[in-house]
């Protein structure tokens, strides 16, 4: 029997391994809220002060993985439940077209979900704590959204059932794209932000977007994950992967925050 035990503790061990599916990771998330914040207006930037005044912060970053801490949360499980399949979207399409009846039946995924909660925060009308709520889900899943990931084709859990090994350990895809790669860096929110939004202008990716726009994301999330070298050969993952997919990574934290701003100035421009 000491065989069967050995046996059951090594499948424990790479369970435990294996995380469940978010987006970047709270650095991730973290930089893609202060590139945002960066690019606020003063009306966006005022309404954000006071909407977040009950959080005790007036910082985007301080509640950009609020929607993946929900089921950490006791209090928050029905919320959890309600929300968990909105942070993703699947494709089912090696081309990465989106159609919505077979990608995202009855509006679970990540696409309507924006959609959603952007039109309950440009309702002046809804009581503050549901625009409070709606403007912590738009944030998480602008970052969602650019995890390329989040909006892949393959049938492999956004990554999380394709094992890799990576810095002498092992883990998987998704794992690495979440946190693995922009680690590397070594570098934490606030000085990672001002590095990717010191490169390039800025102006175009900050125009007021829309639900196409919110497609058009997820699609090149998609056409990301069907490139060459993305799923790499022999599942091992050296420092040319790293070379290659991190300037990636940091392309769509960038865009992500450019166009977070861009929605935030639009849904609170008044």
Known sequence: MHWLRRSTLA??????IVPTAQAWGPLGHRVVADIA?????????AQVRRL?????????????????DLRNDPAQQALWQQTRNLHFLNLHDPHCHYVPPRDCPNGQCVVDALAHYVAILTDTNQPDAQRREALKFVVHFVGDVHQPLHAGYRDDKGGNDYQVQFEDKGSNLHRVWDSGLIGTRGLTAEPYARLLDARGDSSADTV??????????AEASCRATAAPGFYPSGHAIGQAY?????????????????????????????
């Open 11 to 16: 499948l424990l061990a790479v369970v435990a």
């Open 37 to 45: 914040q960066q690019h606020l207006s003063p009306a966006a930037q």
């Open 52 to 68: 977040l005044a009950p959080e005790h912060t007036t910082q985007l970053a301080d509640v950009a993985t609020w929607a993946d």
């Open 208 to 217: 007021a977007p829309g639900p196409g726009s919110y497609v058009a994301w």
């Open 242 to 270: 790293v070379d290659v997919q991190l300037p990636l990574a940091e392309q769509r934290l960038r865009e992500a925050g450019l166009r977070l701003a861009g929605v935030l100035n639009s849904a609170l421009a008044h």
